[in-house]
């Protein structure tokens, strides 16, 4: 079965400037998760989608960060304006709605804000 | 808020050598721990483990859990040069379904 992909794989921009990322899981993943990985850190999950729902946004930062999960397939994930502390890898990944739900996670897409 | 701590952060080992990776964590209602081993790229499903006391095993790798001391220990046998990545340890809770918490990663390096 394909992975989840990702794109793009990197990107550079400028502080303010604004940055998309987009996100297709595996066939069939009801649930949906974005990740923001800073260099060093385990990765920290900013949303998580259940189909086109959002199950859990407790630690999107709301006045930067958007996503949405349109048609419960792909998704989006939107910074806007860009800092510098957003600097990070941003991992997409996806899993079954039932047992075994274990995540599967994307190849990221490397964000630099300089 | 739930919590995970790895140990050690980085391990230098040679090939042959077996190494043990720790985790422990503080959870509100556990429900489940896994272990990721991350490379250049995105991390790669290892293990899930849900109960205390049954090893899990896949190859030269196994992991298992102890739900009363809150921690689990991942080990590899006879390393090799291509295990050398991030070990990364997780947990979920019952109440937030499929929400996982990330320890900040064990480094391991082996050398030839």
């Known amino acids: 079965e394909a992975g989840v992909a990702q794109s793009p794989r990197y990107k550079i921009i400028e502080k303010r400037q604004s940055v998309a990322f987009w996100c297709n899981p595996i066939?069939?993943?009801?649930?949906l998760y974005w990740y923001q990985q800073i260099l060093g850190q385990g990765p920290k999950l900013l949303i998580q989608?259940?189909?086109?729902?959002?199950?859990?946004d407790s630690q999107l930062p709301k006045d930067r960060f958007s996503a949405e999960r349109l048609k419960g397939v792909d998704s989006t994930l939107k910074i806007q304006p860009a800092k510098l502390e957003d600097s990070a890898v941003y991992l997409c990944?996806?899993?079954?709605?039932?047992?075994?739900?274990?995540?599967?996670f994307g190849p990221g897409t490397r964000l630099t804000v300089t | 808020e739930d919590k995970v701590v790895q140990s050690p952060l980085s391990l230098v080992v040679h090939e042959g050598d077996t190494v043990t990776l720790n985790c422990s964590y503080e959870v509100t209602n556990f429900r489940s721990l896994l272990w990721y081993k991350q490379e250049k790229k995105a991390p790669t499903f290892l293990f899930m483990l849900?109960?205390?006391?049954i090893e899990k095993k896949s190859g030269r790798l196994s992991s298992i859990l102890d739900k009363k001391e809150l921690f689990s220990i991942l080990n590899i046998t006879a390393t090799q040069t291509g295990d050398s990545a991030v070990y990364l340890c997780?947990?979920?809770?019952?109440?937030?379904?499929?929400?996982?918490?990330f320890g900040q990663g064990t480094i391991l390096t082996v050398h030839p």
């Open positions: 990944a996806s899993s079954r709605d039932r047992e075994p739900h274990e995540q599967y």
């Open positions: 849900t109960s205390s006391g």
């Open positions: 989608f259940q189909n086109n729902g959002v199950v859990d």
């Open positions: 066939s069939g993943h009801a649930t």
């Open positions: 997780a947990v979920e809770a019952r109440t937030s379904y499929g929400k996982l918490t």
